[in-house]
């Protein structure tokens, strides 16, 4: 068994990451998702939120929008739609897409169909600023 995990994260516009870490705690579709060194292979999904994962006793942050996870031997490959590190964010404007979002919803009923596509990105935003924030830490 071994003591790390090989971490690769690719969207469909560039390889965000290409680690060796010690854990993994990613926004399964169904839950949180804790990952180890030694863990059974899996395939799932992953939902909007937030992905830490832990080198060498400091926590790094990923605002995910979506997508795969597979865990092989050894091997963590997350594939998502979009993955933003937390030094990577746009603070500004993970804040502007917030307020964009909640203008829209108050104007919208929810029974039309650009009421989901609104709440889709309040939650991203909210995900984006809520990592943006772990960067100083």
Do not use: C
Not at 10 to 20: A, N
Not at 93 to 114: C, F, N, S, T, V
Request: proline fraction near 4%; hydrophobic fraction near 45%; avoid cysteine.
């Amino acid at each position: 068994m071994a003591d790390i995990l090989k971490l690769e994260m690719v969207t469909p516009y560039k390889r965000v990451l290409s680690e060796e870490v010690d854990e993994i705690i990613a926004p399964g579709a169904l839950g949180e998702l804790g990952i180890l060194p030694g863990h059974t292979p899996l395939l799932t999904t992953l939902k909007v939120g937030e992905l830490t994962y832990r080198k060498g006793g400091a926590a790094f942050h990923v605002a995910v929008n979506w997508g795969y996870v597979e865990v092989e031997e050894g091997k963590v490959t997350i594939l998502a739609e979009t993955a933003e590190p937390a030094d990577e964010i746009d603070l500004a404007r993970a804040k502007a897409a917030l307020g964009r979002a909640e203008d829209a919803l108050k104007k919208l009923d929810p029974e039309d169909k650009q009421f989901r596509i609104m709440e889709a990105a309040l939650e991203r935003a909210m995900i984006r600023i809520q990592v943006a924030a772990r960067k100083a830490r």
